[in-house]
């Protein structure tokens, strides 16, 4: 089967498909995208078999979800890109993982985790490999973050490519624009090329300048805080509260003046903050309400999605958060002002009638703009991204579940308890641990092969803040819990085996420091 000619085929029971392999118990069959499935190939999928996106299966294999030899029973999971020989056999209940190797003739009777060689009867792993197809050497057996991708993000990327024009502007920018603001309940949305970008954009439609004064926290990524500086104006950080981990709405009363013009707070790590009361804040002393909801799309309180409470709000698409372009950003409001405000600005402050490229027009340029767009070819793969948004967030939630359900007897983690109808897409998962238990924590974990990360070491510590620009902040929360928190491993396809061991390995080391 060539992959440039793959169509998904026809599967009926018991009947050699086009490609001359049989399933039996059809439906509870999985199969992904430009999967490859050799000649002869038997699948008896009575307990589901998960074939995934890229799989190559070469001929002769049986791949068993029921055992009548021993009465095993289980599903079985061949993960993205993973490629098996001919005549081999794989037994119910078995997951191999993500681009692994299994040789001819090979009998495999046990998971088989992500990047290995195996062959053998029974399999056994020869070598590991680097990861393949992400462009940077794979070192961790479980990274902070994977990138959840399919076959419709490729097709959608290389339609735009095979175009042949359209690659900068296009339609594909507009229909990602309507789709977030559809998703997120807002009346416009308008993308750009980052986050940064969207977040510096919006300061300038919303005339933040000069002598302005803008309150955001300083657990923050560092762009938050930067924006402000772009405009002229000044970032005077807040302190946070302990439940969301967001502005603490009492310390934001504290630091409001007369030179305040907005506020910017931060959803953090998925979980929305306490939001309403800082709204409420807003409008009593008239300020703008920018929402930097970076990591946090999807996330709502009731039936309210962050993003729809301020005057306008942040979004971003970098590759670790819960869909990616790989890099691009958003801005989504209700005000149609602001949205003409913003068009300006990312595209050279060009009054557009018609597609720049497209039109022999000539356009005016009537104020001062950047050039922050999102190409076309981007906006395709988010277009892609959307439509599985909710599916990546639920298999978030899942994994946390089950994460959570592991570590909640350990007295030395402590894990963030949002309000009841706060609801958490979990773009990062992160937990309290002792401040002087968190160095050694990472570095163990490290040499299992685990990547942790400190999200956020406070930005008004940095050197840039501290000596360069003299700041000199008491942030009692802030500075406590940037000393606590620690950042694990969160993506939609961890597995439990992986779940397991980043679980015991956590207990593991609690148990030697008691």
Same mark, same amino acid.
């Given at each position: 089967m060539r992959f440039k000619d793959w169509k998904s085929p026809k599967i009926e029971e018991r009947t050699l498909? $086009?490609?001359? &392999?049989? *399933?039996?118990?059809?439906?509870?069959?999985?199969?992904?995208?430009?999967?490859?499935?050799?000649?002869?190939?038997?699948?008896?999928? #009575?307990?589901?078999?998960? +074939?995934?996106?890229?799989?190559? +299966?070469?001929?002769? %294999?049986?791949?068993?979800?029921?055992?009548?030899?021993?009465?095993?029973? =289980?599903?079985?999971?061949?993960? $993205?890109? %993973?490629? +098996?020989?001919?005549?081999?056999? *794989? !037994?119910?209940? *078995?997951?191999?993982?993500?681009?692994?190797?299994?040789? @001819?003739f090979s009998f495999v009777n046990k998971n088989l985790p992500a990047n290995v060689i195996a062959f053998g009867m029974p399999v056994k792993i020869v070598k590991?490999? $680097?990861?393949?197809?992400? =462009?940077? #050497? !794979?070192? &961790?057996?479980?990274?902070? /973050?994977? +990138?959840? &991708?399919?076959?419709?993000? *490729?097709?959608?990327?290389?339609?735009?490519?095979?175009?042949?024009?359209? &690659?900068?502007?296009?339609?594909?920018?507009?229909?990602?624009?309507?789709?977030? @603001?559809?998703?997120?309940?807002?009346?416009? @949305?308008?993308? /750009?090329?980052?986050?940064?970008? @969207?977040?510096?954009?919006?300061?300038l439609a919303h005339e933040v300048q000069r002598g302005d004064e803008v309150i955001v926290p300083s657990f923050t990524f560092i762009a938050t805080a930067n924006a402000p500086l772009f405009v002229g104006a000044k970032p005077v950080f807040a302190d946070i509260e302990e439940e969301t981990f967001g502005l603490d709405p009492e310390d934001v009363k504290e630091k409001i003046t007369e030179n305040t013009k907005a506020i910017i707070p931060v959803h953090y790590g998925g979980c929305p903050c306490k939001i309403r009361a800082l709204k409420e804040i807003a409008e009593d002393h008239n300020l703008i309400l920018i929402e930097d909801a970076a990591e946090s799309l999807g996330a709502r309180i009731g039936d309210k999605k962050v993003g729809t409470f301020g005057d306008s709000a942040l979004l971003s698409f970098c590759q670790n958060k819960i869909i990616t372009t790989g890099e691009g950003g958003a801005i989504v409001t209700g005000s149609r002002e602001l949205y003409e405000k913003l068009k300006l600005l990312r595209s050279h402050g060009r009054l557009e009638t018609q597609d720049y490229f497209s039109s022999s027009e000539i356009m005016d340029y009537i104020t001062l703009g950047y050039n922050f767009r999102m190409s076309n070819l981007t906006a395709a793969l988010g277009i892609a991204q959307l439509r599985k948004a909710d599916r990546i967030i639920e298999m978030r939630r899942k994994n946390i579940e089950y994460l959570i359900m592991g570590l909640k007897d350990t007295r030395e983690i402590t894990i963030q308890k949002p309000p009841k109808d706060y609801y958490n897409v979990y773009q990062m998962f992160t937990i309290r641990v002792s401040a002087n238990s968190r160095k050694e924590l990472v570095k163990y974990l490290a040499d299992k092969g685990v990547m942790t990360k400190v999200y956020f070491m406070p930005v008004h510590l940095t050197h840039f803040y501290k000596n360069e620009l003299g700041y000199t902040c008491k942030l009692p929360v802030t500075e406590k819990l940037s000393k606590q928190v620690l950042t694990l491993p969160m993506y939609p396809t961890l597995t439990k085996e992986e779940m397991d061991y980043m679980v015991e390995e956590i207990k593991n080391f609690c148990e030697v420091i008691r």
């Open positions: 498909t $086009k490609y001359n &392999w049989v *399933v039996q118990h059809k439906d509870k069959l999985e199969l992904g995208y430009k999967t490859d499935i050799g000649t002869f190939t038997y699948i008896n999928a #009575k307990n589901g078999v998960v +074939i995934e996106d890229y799989v190559q +299966i070469g001929s002769h %294999c049986s791949i068993y979800s029921v055992s009548t030899i021993d009465n095993k029973e =289980g599903e079985v999971i061949l993960k $993205k890109n %993973c490629r +098996i020989g001919s005549h081999s056999v *794989v !037994m119910p209940g *078995v997951t191999i993982g993500e681009n692994s190797i299994v040789g @001819a590991g490999l $680097k990861e393949i197809g992400r =462009g940077n #050497k !794979m070192t &961790w057996k479980i990274p902070l /973050f994977k +990138i959840y &991708w399919d076959g419709e993000d *490729v097709e959608a990327v290389t339609e735009s490519i095979r175009s042949g024009m359209n &690659w900068a502007t296009g339609p594909n920018v507009a229909k990602f624009e309507e789709s977030i @603001a559809s998703y997120v309940g807002t009346e416009y @949305a308008i993308t /750009f090329n980052s986050g940064t970008s @969207a977040l510096h954009a919006a300061l």
